[in-house]
């Protein structure tokens, strides 16, 4: 099972949320540069990038510490957050993206997904299906959406999707566990990989999630709180 530390990007600063809430974040560094080379260290495979500006204001806001990011580390980086167009595609990757994930896109122009895969590839094009209640949730996670988080996943793969991330953001920055039977109801009933996100908090989640057949799993909070630590995380999933 792959492990995917992530760096959620505010301001220029890395910070993580509670429940996708702008108004309750905390701020782990001013510096998310080193904190990519402390994971490449670790023995992650790859980093899970997330623009949260990018998510609100629909374009990459935080490029600049993007780029400083890809070019310190030499471990593949993805990027979700405000990519809703070809154009957001290109420049993630003259950016040194490895792949992006298309969110709130692939509810409100699913033809573009196929247009993306068309274009770029299905290893450099991921969906992020984020849900509440079984429910997708857009626009950085302000609105629910009326299709459920399997409708919308068996459609993607439809269009040539291979990989879905699943966060459940009522759990995501709580350290509450992750949402394994809809994680892996998502895998059984779509046959696609599953990468799980959202309420990881310890190393059991992780032995659970890997013991249940998900492919990857995205670390956030749980390592910037020392609930894991990500060198003996690799060791024991890898």
């Given amino acids: 099972m792959i492990l995917l530390p992530a760096i959620d990007l505010k301001d220029g600063k890395c910070v993580r949320l509670r429940k996708g809430n702008f108004d309750e974040k905390t701020v782990y560094s001013d510096k998310p540069w080193e904190i990519a080379k402390e994971f490449e260290d670790a023995g992650a495979q790859m980093i899970h990038l997330v623009d949260l500006d990018g998510a609100i204001a629909g374009h990459s806001v935080n490029a600049d510490v993007i780029k400083k990011i890809t070019s310190l580390v030499n471990i593949p980086c993805e990027l979700g957050g405000g990519i809703r167009n070809k154009d957001s595609i290109e420049a993630a990757v003259n950016l040194g993206i490895s792949r992006v994930i298309l969110g709130t896109i ?39 959406s009326n299709v459920t988080s399997v409708e919308l996943a068996l459609d993607m793969k439809r269009r040539g999707v291979r990989t879905v991330i699943y966060t459940d953001i009522s759990r995501d920055g709580m350290l509450s566990g992750p949402n394994i039977e809809q994680t892996l109801k998502l895998k059984n009933e779509t046959g696609m990989t599953v990468i799980a996100s959202g309420g990881v908090s310890c190393l059991d989640d992780l032995i659970r999630l890997r013991d249940s057949g998900i492919d990857g799993s995205i670390i956030g909070k749980a390592i910037y709180e020392n609930k894991i630590d990500l060198r003996e995380a690799v060791r024991r999933l890898n």
């Fill in 106 to 144: 692939a509810v409100s122009d699913p033809e573009f997904v196929t247009e993306a895969v068309e274009t770029f590839g299905p290893e450099k094009t991921v969906v992020g299906i984020d849900a509440k209640d079984g429910m997708v949730a857009i626009h950085g996670w302000d609105t629910v």
